[in-house]
């Protein structure tokens, strides 16, 4: 399977700017994606990453580095609305067909963004 | 456009009654996903179907079944509940290259005591 790491608990101050990492080990990569996860409700896209780069998408960034197998999102200017659980997933492209659609998730980083 | 639905969205049963969770999706996709979500355990994948007819196990697969008789359904059963299938489920669907991964319906909240 895939090895997909990332902080368990993070807090920042409204206003403050604050990195997610993730690194991950897999076979054969094929994207990597961002989600996230207010308390009681269901995930929601944020980013994708397949490239060697940064992708700008307001107040969030992602980056991503293949050769290190490592990520991070972004947050600037945090809002108290912010407070969430950040989830790293990866898209793997080796094994069978049936396998190739499916995402590995990390274990999520809560966010908590204090006043 | 609904894209992915879950009924039930909250249930509770006591140890060995059955139950079904419905996911319909209307966006035409062939990969469907159930998943269970857990303090401190994140999604855990307990099968998954890459189109209609088809189903495979997941990483945690005991203690649940599933269907998909048509395309934009995907049905998990629990045949005699237990304690531990006390859980948060999440369904999900994809097309294979999508750059957004998945699309996740709104959870079923499933208590069992």
């Known amino acids: 399977g895939q090895n997909i790491d990332q902080p368990t608990e993070m807090t920042a101050t409204e206003g403050a700017i604050v990195q997610i990492n993730c690194t991950y080990q897999?076979?054969?990569?094929?994207?990597l994606f961002w989600y996230q996860q207010h308390a009681g409700e269901a995930p929601t896209f944020l980013s994708y990453n397949v490239l060697d780069g940064l992708e700008e998408k307001g107040r969030f960034s992602s980056f991503l580095s293949r050769s290190k197998g490592y990520s991070y999102l972004l947050l600037k200017e945090l809002q108290m609305k912010d407070s969430a659980s950040y989830l790293c997933a990866v898209r793997d492209r080796s094994g069978r067909g049936s396998t190739l659609g499916r995402l590995y998730f990390g274990r999520g980083t809560q966010l908590t963004v204090w006043p | 456009n609904a894209g992915v639905t879950q009924t039930p969205k909250f249930r509770v049963l006591k140890t060995g009654q059955s139950m079904t969770l419905l996911c319909a999706q209307d966006?035409?996709?062939?990969?469907m996903y159930w998943y269970r979500q857990d303090p401190g355990m994140g999604l855990r994948l307990i099968h998954y179907?890459?189109?209609?007819?088809?189903?495979a196990k997941g990483e945690v697969p005991d203690g649940y079944n599933v269907s998909r008789l048509k395309k934009q359904n995907f049905l998990l059963g629990l045949e005699s509940a237990a304690p531990s299938q006390t859980s948060v489920y999440f369904c999900?669907?994809?097309?294979?290259?999508?750059?957004?991964?998945?699309?996740f319906g709104s959870g079923t909240r499933l208590t069992v005591v």
């Open positions: 966006m035409n996709h062939e990969y």
């Open positions: 999900a669907s994809s097309l294979t290259g999508d750059t957004y991964g998945y699309t």
């Open positions: 897999t076979s054969g990569f094929n994207g």
């Open positions: 179907s890459v189109g209609e007819g088809t189903t």
